[in-house]
């Protein structure tokens, strides 16, 4: 089992930034891909990025690429996600995800492809 917790969520105006973190407890994420993916009211849950267990490979959703940048500390079981240039449409509940299979590489976006999930932190920006 594996817990994750999110903060760093709040409210921010158009093109502020705001660094989200994804606290992990229980089994190590060490070789784990993870992930955040975003709800938003009336809206599936959608993928926003991922990366790898050594960090070294990383994929975005087209929507936050070139704004937002995931990066991950193993040695303190932490997963970040920095998010600049805040739009309105950003607005929603980000969640983090680990895939705890450490013999898969692939840096997957569909949402059933992770294991464990985080409580969520909202972020709200106002235009």
């Known amino acids: 089992q594996v817990q994750l917790v999110e903060s760093g969520g709040g409210l921010v105006q158009a093109g502020g930034s705001l660094r989200l973190s994804c606290a992990t407890s229980?089994?190590?994420?060490?070789?784990?891909?993870m992930a955040w993916f975003r709800q938003a009211p009336g809206k599936e849950r959608e993928f926003v990025a991922a990366?790898?267990?050594?960090?070294?490979?990383?994929h975005y959703a087209d929507s936050v690429k070139d704004r937002f940048t995931i990066s991950r500390e193993n040695a303190k079981n932490m997963v970040y996600l920095q998010m600049n240039s805040l739009k309105p449409e950003d607005t929603a509940v980000y969640y983090c995800?680990?895939?705890?299979?450490?013999?898969?590489?692939?840096?997957?976006?569909?949402?059933?492809?992770?294991?464990?999930w985080g409580q969520g932190t909202q972020v709200t920006v106002s235009s």
């Open positions: 990366i790898s267990w050594s960090g070294d490979d990383k």
């Open positions: 995800a680990a895939r705890m299979d450490y013999s898969d590489t692939y840096l997957h976006t569909a949402d059933d492809s992770y294991n464990y």
């Open positions: 229980g089994r190590t994420i060490t070789g784990a891909a």
